[in-house]
C-alpha cells in the first residue's frame, strides 16, 4: 500500500482482482509461496516524462507523459495511450493492471502495459495535437518496438493521434516498423474492424450472456454512456441486433431520443465537427431530451440492458439501485472500471449479468493483437473475415470466464470467472520463466 501511496484508482483495481483469488490459492498455495500474486502486482517498468510544446500563440506548455510496461510473461507489453487533464500515474497504473488480465483473456500472445498524459485534446488545433505528439514521441520511442512495447488509442486518442505518434517513431527510428502501433489508418497497416472492435466486442459478449437467460437485444431498450469510439460502435452494433438505444451522453450531460439514437447523426457531431452532445438534441428536435451534467444521471432512465462506455467509476452504487429498480438485465462495461465496487455488489447481489470490462471490452486489444498478426505477415483481411474472428474471440472469451466460474463454485459470476482466469494464465507464463 506505502509503495503505491495516493493511487485509489490502482488499489480499486487490485483490490477487485485479489477478493476473487481466495479460492485459487486454496486449490494451490503455490501462487503464494513463489510471491506470484505480489509480482503480478508490481509493474515491471514504469516510464515518466517530460513533453515540453509550442502552442499556436507560440507559448511554451508543459504536459507530463507515462508508460507503465506492467507485464510481459505473455508477449510484448500491449495496451492504448490516453490522453485526457486526468492522467496521473495511478490511473494508467490501474488500467495497465487491468490490461495484463484482459490480454490474457483474449488466449493471444500479448503482454499488458498501457500510457498516456494529462494533455487535454480538447479544443486544440490540429497543428497543436500534432506538435504534441511528435514531442510525446521524441521521449517514448526509445522504449517501443514491434517485439517489446506496442501503443494502441485510448480516451482522447484515435486514427488522427495515432497517425501522427507512427509518423515521428518512423522518422526518429528511420524504420517503417508498422506493428508497432494498432489503430493505424487502413493505409499504414491497420486492421479492417480495429475503430469498431471493442464496441462490437463489448455487444458480442452482453449477447452471449442474454443468451444464457434464452434472450436477445431484439426489442430490448439499451443505454449507453460515452459517446466516443466505443459508445458509438456499441450502439452501432446493439441496433443492428435489434436493440434500440434510447440514451448516450459525454462529459457535458446526457441525451434521451426514445425513437432510437440517430448513429449517423451522432456521428456526424462527434466524429467530424467534434461537438457537444446537447448539438445532437438541437438538431433531430421535437422528442428529444438533453439533460445538462449534474441534473440527473443517464442511469436513471428505464432500461433492459446498460453499457457503461465513457471511464472510470462513472456507475455508482445509486446509479445501480436504479438500474435494478427499473428491471435491468445485463450491464456490459464498455469502459475500463466503469462501475464502483459498491455498484458491482448490487449488481451481482440481484443476479444481474455482469460482464466485467477487463472480459466484456477485450475485444478492441484482441482485434489489436488481429492488426499486428496482418502487419507480420504483411496480410489484409477484409472487415467480415476480422469480425467473424472477433465474435469467435469473444464467444471464447465469454465461455471461459463462465466455465471458470463454474469451476470454482460460483456459476454465472463473470467476475470471479475474468479474474481467475486471467490470473492462472499470467501466473503460469511467469512461473515458467523463473524468477522474474
Ligand atoms: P473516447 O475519447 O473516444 O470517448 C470517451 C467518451 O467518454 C467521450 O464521450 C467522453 O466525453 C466521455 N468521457 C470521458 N471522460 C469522462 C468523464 N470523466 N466524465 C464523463 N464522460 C467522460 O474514448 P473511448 O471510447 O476510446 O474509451 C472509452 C472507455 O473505453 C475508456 O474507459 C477506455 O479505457 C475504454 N476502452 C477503450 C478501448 C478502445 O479500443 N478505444 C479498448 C478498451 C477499453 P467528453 O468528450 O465530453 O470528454
Known sequence: MRRNAGEPEFHQAVHEVMESLGRVVAKNPDYLEQALIERICEPERQIIFRIPWVDDQDKVQINR???????????PYKGGMRFHPSVNLGIIKFLGFEQT?????TGLPIGGGKGGTDFDPKGKSDGEIMRFCQSLMIELHRYLGDQ??????????GGREIGYMFGQYKRLTNRYESGVFTGKAIAHGGSRARTEATGFGNTYFTKAMLET???????????VSGAGNVAIHTIEKV?????TVIACSDSSGYIIDDAGIDLALLQEIKTIRRKRISEYARLRGDGVHFVPVG??????????????SATQNELTGKDAKSLVKNGVLAVGEGANMPCTPEA??????????FGPGKAANAGGVATSALEMQQNASRDRWSFEQTEQRLAQIMKRIHDRCAETADEYGAPG??????????FVRVAEAMRMLGVI
Open 148 to 157: 517489446t512495447d506496442v501503443p494502441a488509442g485510448d480516451i482522447g486518442v
Open 295 to 308: 441534473k440527473g444521471s443517464v442511469w436513471d432512465l428505464r432500461c433492459d440492458v446498460a453499457m457503461p
Open 101 to 105: 488480465f484482459k490480454n490474457a483473456l
Open 239 to 243: 441496433q443492428s441486433f435489434g436493440g
Open 65 to 75: 507523459g507515462f508508460r507503465v510496461q506492467f507485464n510481459s510473461a505473455l508477449g
Open 344 to 353: 458491482i455488489r448490487i449488481l451481482r447481489e440481484a443476479g444481474i449479468l
Open 413 to 422: 459470476d463473470y467476475v470471479l470467472g475474468a479474474n481467475i482466469a486471467g
Open 213 to 223: 437467460r434464452q434472450t436477445s437485444f431484439d426489442g430490448k431498450r439499451v443505454v
